[in-house]
């Protein structure tokens, strides 16, 4: 996977990706993560890189370690995670996106018709 595309850091992206398969359903609710050392192997990255994402996730609440069983899924995580995401795109990223429409005179409906495509 290449992270060198994004000014977010790597562990951050890493936690995005894990996210993201909790989301689509990959992992569900008290299901077992990949271990640290697996994920590194998986994503080519440090283990230290993965730690960092894991224990930042674990801070979430969107997982949890049983003591050398490994990390699961915390459960609700998803409804947390799309919740936080949701909030994160109607405060930050759509305003930003109507701005861009009004310096470019792009209208609702003209948005409407390439979502509804």
Same mark, same amino acid.
């Given at each position: 996977?290449?992270?060198n595309?994004?000014?977010?850091? #790597? $562990?951050m992206?890493?936690a995005?990706r +894990?996210?993201? *398969?909790i989301?689509s359903?990959?992992?569900?609710?008290?299901? /077992? #993560?990949?271990?640290?050392? *697996? $994920?590194?192997? +998986? +994503?080519?990255?440090?283990?230290?890189?993965?730690?960092?994402? $894991?224990? !930042?996730?674990?801070r *979430?609440e969107?997982? $949890?370690?049983?003591? @050398?069983?490994? !990390? !699961?899924?915390?459960?609700?995580?998803?409804?947390?995670?799309?919740?936080? /995401?949701r909030?994160? !795109?109607?405060?930050?990223?759509?305003?930003e996106v109507?701005?861009q429409? /009004? +310096?470019l005179? #792009? @209208?609702i409906n003209e948005?409407?018709?390439?979502?509804?495509?």
């Amino acid at each position: 996977m290449n992270f060198n595309n994004s000014d977010k850091a #790597i $562990y951050m992206q890493i936690a995005d990706r +894990l996210c993201d *398969e909790i989301i689509s359903g990959k992992y569900k609710d008290d299901d /077992r #993560i990949p271990s640290v050392r *697996e $994920y590194a192997v +998986l +994503l080519e990255v440090n283990t230290n890189t993965v730690v960092k994402a $894991y224990d !930042f996730l674990a801070r *979430e609440e969107i997982i $949890y370690n049983k003591r @050398g069983l490994g !990390f !699961f899924v915390t459960p609700g995580a998803k409804d947390h995670i799309l919740k936080f /995401r949701r909030d994160e !795109f109607m405060q930050q990223t759509l305003p930003e996106v109507f701005r861009q429409m /009004r +310096l470019l005179g #792009i @209208g609702i409906n003209e948005v409407a018709e390439k979502f509804n495509a």
